[in-house]
């Protein structure tokens, strides 16, 4: 048993303690994604207890089950989408984060917190039990939370990539002249981006253009 934990360790420390930038980078990837997968998952397991007044731990332990194998699908995501070189940079609606995964979580989070408040408030005007307000409320707002971080992390959030991008467009030009803070780009790229919600369906629409004339000016 000590020599099977004692490789383990070992291959843990070759694959993740080694002085490279990108190794370490993955490592704080998977496991910071694993491990809200976890936590993510366990919330929703309890909040579909609480939905079902149940005590049977069963969505808990699936729940825990299923967040660490989505952690682990996001980590392989965000170690798969990662510019070289570059720090995993993340900003969702309400939050920043390191990681797909924490916008996740933090959305979920906040929707059991909103929901368990308006639960409440519903159940002290009804002059019933504040403690099904905060049962119902909280369990259906982290599910709520939690649908809201899916759209959130892959459709409304920014990641490395955009910033590169749109730092690439805003900036290059084909020929551009300075006059101390007067600035005149000819023939820049750019890229228009937003979000279409039609439905049932929200689509994310990417439209090229390029500026012939664009002139900047510093105070």
Request: aromatic share 10%; hydrophobic share 45%.
């Amino acid at each position: 048993m000590k020599k099977t934990i004692f490789y383990i360790l070992l291959i843990g420390l070759i694959c993740f303690g080694l002085p490279n930038k990108s190794s370490a980078q993955s490592g704080e990837l998977i496991g910071g994604n694993i491990l809200n997968g976890a936590v993510t998952g366990t919330i929703l397991g309890t909040a579909t207890m609480g939905l079902q007044n149940s005590n049977n731990f069963a969505p808990l332990r699936i729940g825990l089950g299923t967040g660490i194998l989505a952690g682990t699908g996001f980590a392989i995501y965000d170690v798969a989408t990662l510019p070289q070189g570059q720090q995993f940079f993340i900003s969702g609606t309400f939050n920043d984060g390191s990681n797909s995964s924490i916008i996740i979580l933090l959305d979920t989070v906040y929707g059991a917190g909103v929901g368990a408040a308006i639960g409440s408030a519903i159940m002290l005007i009804g002059n019933k039990s504040i403690v099904k307000g905060l049962q119902y409320g909280g369990s259906a707002g982290a599910w709520a939370g939690f649908g809201f971080g899916l759209i959130d992390t892959f459709a409304l959030a920014e990641r490395n990539r955009d910033f590169i991008s749109e730092r690439f467009l805003n900036n290059d030009s084909i020929y551009s002249i300075k006059h101390e803070s007067l600035t005149v780009n000819f023939l820049q790229p750019d890229l228009f981006t937003y979000h279409n919600l039609s439905g049932n369906t929200l689509s994310f629409d990417i439209e090229p253009a390029l500026n012939i004339v664009s002139f900047s000016k510093s105070f």
